[in-house]
């Protein structure tokens, strides 16, 4: 999740639905959201009795997992995202592209109002994702808290990337940056945005994962399709302002990759079934 989360274009939640893990993310989220509102609040003892409620051997390996991710792997991913975009970018349009059938396969019965919700956010999706906007040139400190408000509630979504988002507000290189060159400062604004950013749609997705289950994941299903955009290899990759036809010679690559993006999908989808059986 977090190499995902590194990359524009792929979200750390396409990596949690597609290894099973996905609602219970957001159920561990949802309650820890609820212990930092409880505190805020001054109900400590219902603070308190929240955070036993999470599931910290669950959660804790996650997110150190994540942050390993972040640190030990930003500056390759740079340099790949620098140097091979187009290649890159093949390798998780296939894993995005597989993701959308593990999705599809998530929604209990497809009916014409969900098909509908998927392709009206599918068509959304497209065409948002196609905004860019200059990168910011030395943004102000109070300008990251705003960016992690932003950029973490789509880590939890699939198919939205809270790196694109990031891209999309001119802030992605200015925290890659941040990231490499160990801002201490800037990273800590950035973390605070994030908690209070995640606290606020935890909640929100939580419920509508709990109410409107097969809708929210039609839903999902749109919009890791319509993301497919930002992911088109052609003509540089992620980096690309426009969508293109590929040329003989630059086409077996980012093929290939596609393919082998999608086989990991297949790979985390079976592992992920097999552990689920597992434990239950």
């Known amino acids: 999740m977090g190499s995902a989360d590194v990359v524009p274009g792929v979200s750390g939640g396409t990596i949690a639905l597609i290894v099973g893990i996905y609602p219970r993310l957001i159920a561990n989220v949802r309650t820890g959201a609820g212990a930092l509102g409880s505190f805020v609040r001054g109900r400590f003892a219902d603070g308190v009795d929240r955070l036993r409620a999470i599931e910290w051997g ?7 997992g994540m942050f390993a991710a972040l640190i030990t792997l930003a500056r390759l991913i740079e340099h790949l995202l620098e140097d091979y975009p187009v290649e890159l970018s093949g390798l998780f349009f296939g894993l995005v592209f597989a993701s959308i059938f593990v999705a599809w396969h998530m929604v209990g019965e497809w009916d014409p109002i969900r098909l509908a919700t998927a392709a009206a956010v599918a068509i959304a999706a497209f065409f948002l994702l196609g905004l860019r906007s200059g990168e910011a040139q030395d943004p102000a400190t109070w300008i990251f808290f705003v960016a992690g ?3 973490i509630c789509a880590m939890i979504l699939p198919g939205v990337s809270g790196s694109f988002l990031l891209l999309i507000l001119g802030m992605y290189e200015a925290l890659l940056e941040a990231v490499n060159d160990l801002d201490l400062a800037v990273l800590a ?12 749609f935890s909640s929100a997705l939580h419920w509508a994962l709990e109410t409107h289950h097969d809708l ?5 299903t749109g919009l890791l399709l319509g993301s497919l955009r930002v992911l088109w290899p052609w003509p540089n990759g992620i980096d690309g302002p426009e969508l293109a036809m590929p040329d003989a010679g630059d086409f077996a690559a980012p093929f290939l990759l596609s393919v082998v ?3 990991l999908v297949i790979i985390m989808t079976r592992l992920g079934s097999r552990t689920r059986v597992e434990a239950g």
């Open 58 to 64: 669950f959660l804790l390996p996650l997110l150190a």
């Open 149 to 151: 408000a932003i950029a």
């Open 189 to 200: 604004v950035f973390i605070v945005g994030a908690v209070v950013g995640l606290a606020l």
């Open 216 to 220: 929210v994941m039609a839903g999902i």
């Open 261 to 263: 993006g999608a086989g």
